[in-house]
């Protein structure tokens, strides 16, 4: 469903230049997978480069999707950014830190959001269930800024799978959240991709959630090849 | 964006507007920037439209600012009437005799007469005809002026003599014609005593002062019958409209013909439009500048306190263009929202101003007033400049990456 082969980019300049690599990665729906790795080592790099957000300096293969696969790499080596951020809005799904609804619109707006802008109708039944099973129900006429911070991050995550992506992308959404928390929004979005059948990347620094959760790990480990610094992403064992 | 372009701006819109809902606070700073220029600039538009408009409107409404008189007597031909008449700064034109010939007496009885009363010559399209009074038609027809229907104490339908008086062979004669009142004219169109008859009648009257025998006047003395007139001595002259009577005037001139004209106070109106227009303009651009230079600044702040919403709606799938027409749609919203209230204060004031400083003028008159193509304009131009000041915002905001909106805390 996503397969990506000879990623890399490489930021800063000189002696401070920092190279962030993904040689091969191949994910199939209903999988998810961790990146993981210590602070500053180019996790988020990585997700905005998967994004679609963050052009990289060298790719040899990216393709997006099964029957309707999409060579995304062609789109980003010529940096053309409306068919990218078409392909956000239809095929990429995201989940932010905290939460990243917008203000002004309440938690049913925000949720409704990404259908929207894909021309869907905005009734659906795998965004009711999932509504149900977050129970998300009593919240829908909330604003976001009415919200704890976990609820925020449930309902930026319904949000993430209602227009129904290829690929969910989540920056560290458990990083505000307690412990607790944490592993209740971890275990549940696991739960939820793999209902949905959604393909599913989720950046996070806590090895320990990712082992107790036994997903799979895609880990960041320092790469230092000659002059360079950097960072290749690969399974881990 | 989804290919559905309508859907794509109704969605649009209704972020936008939904944005501008939940930060009212400054959406009402930002509007009220707006309104604090719209408002004075549309009320002192209004004024100066008002009074200038009302002035020229006086001018307008007296047809002795239109006439352009003849100094002294010449010798004019049919040719001559013609080509001024075909000038296309020409409103009327009237051959008319000597001077001293333009003048009878008019009696109803031994009470009630007006001595030496003009005796103007009278067509279709002539200015003082003013409130749909036909001209006189006949040799006995007559339109009295105000003063002289007031002398008379008649009204239409009256009938009164015209009296003319010559030496002739050292006898003193008299001649009279009965004429009947065809009408009478308003009491601005023409101050002095007077009678509006037909040409043949005042061409009459000149012949018989020159010594011919005209029996119109029921004396049988005199030289025989007249040959046809063929020259005058003179013309009523007026001009086609107020900007027309300076041209006009010049072009007599051109001719050798002495005239006189109102123009000093034409002149006066114009220069007080000028020198309220040079004040508005300064006042304007001011206003204009400063308003553009704070929505440039409210538009850019408000872009960087939004920055992340805008990152955010650009990861979710918005186009750079999108983004930019989000900016843009907030600032024609405001525009359309201030400007209604700032008409709004329009309205208000210029009802006051109406009130408090137009008491004195006549019926429908006014001293604060904007046509609908005035608003119309100011409308598109308060759009214009918002845009402007948008358009600086939302270059900057197509400019956001999405990337903005995940790199938080």
Known sequence: ?237 | MPPDARSHWRLLIELASRDLWFDRMVSLCIMASLIAVIAPLLLLFGLKYGVVSQLRDNLRSDPRNLEIKMLGNGNLDQRWFDELAAHPAAGFVMPLTRSLNTQADLLRDNQHFAADAEVIPSDSGDPLLQGGIAPPQSLQDVVLSASAAKKLQVQRGDRIQLIVRRKLDGRDERGQVEVKVTGVLADTAFSRPAALVTLELLIAMEDFRDGWKIPLFGIDTGTAQPPPRKRFARARIYARDLDAVAPLADWLQQRNIEVSTRARDIEAVQAIDRVLSLIFAVIAWTAVIGCVASLIGAFLANIDRKRKDLALLRLLGFRRGAVGAYVMTQAVMLTGFAFAVGFGAYLLGSAVFNRALGANLADGAFVCHLENSHIALAFVSALLIATLGAGIGGFRAIHIQPAESLREI
């Open chain 1, 1 to 237: 469903m996503l397969r990506i082969e000879g990623m890399a980019i490489e930021r800063g300049t000189g002696s401070h230049s920092y190279r962030v690599a993904l040689p091969e990665l191949t994910l199939k729906r209903g999988e998810v997978a961790a990146i993981t790795g210590p602070s500053g080592c180019g996790k988020s790099t990585l997700l905005e480069m998967i994004g679609l957000i963050l052009t990289p300096a060298q790719l040899h293969v990216f393709t997006l999707g099964d029957t309707t696969a999409v060579n995304v790499a062609g789109f980003l080596q010529r940096d053309e950014q409306a068919p990218l951020a078409d392909l956000r809005a239809h095929r990429l799904g995201f989940v932010l830190q905290t939460g990243g609804l917008l203000p002004f619109l309440n938690v049913r707006q925000n949720i409704e959001l990404p259908r929207r802008i894909n021309g869907l109708v905005t009734h659906s039944e795998l965004v009711d269930d999932a509504i149900d099973r977050l129970d998300l129900s009593y919240l829908l006429d909330k604003t976001p800024r009415q919200l704890s911070i976990g609820e925020r991050q449930r309902v930026a995550f319904v949000r993430a799978i209602a227009h129904q992506p290829d690929l969910l992308l989540a920056d560290e959404p458990t990083a505000a959240l307690d412990p607790f928390q944490a592993r209740r929004l971890f275990e549940l979005i696991i739960d939820m991709v793999q209902r949905f059948q959604i393909a599913a990347l989720l950046v996070t620094h806590d090895w320990d959630l990712v082992r107790d959760c036994s997903i799979r790990n895609i880990a960041g480990v320092a790469d230092n090849n000659g002059n360079n610094q950097g960072t290749v992403f690969r399974d881990a064992a």
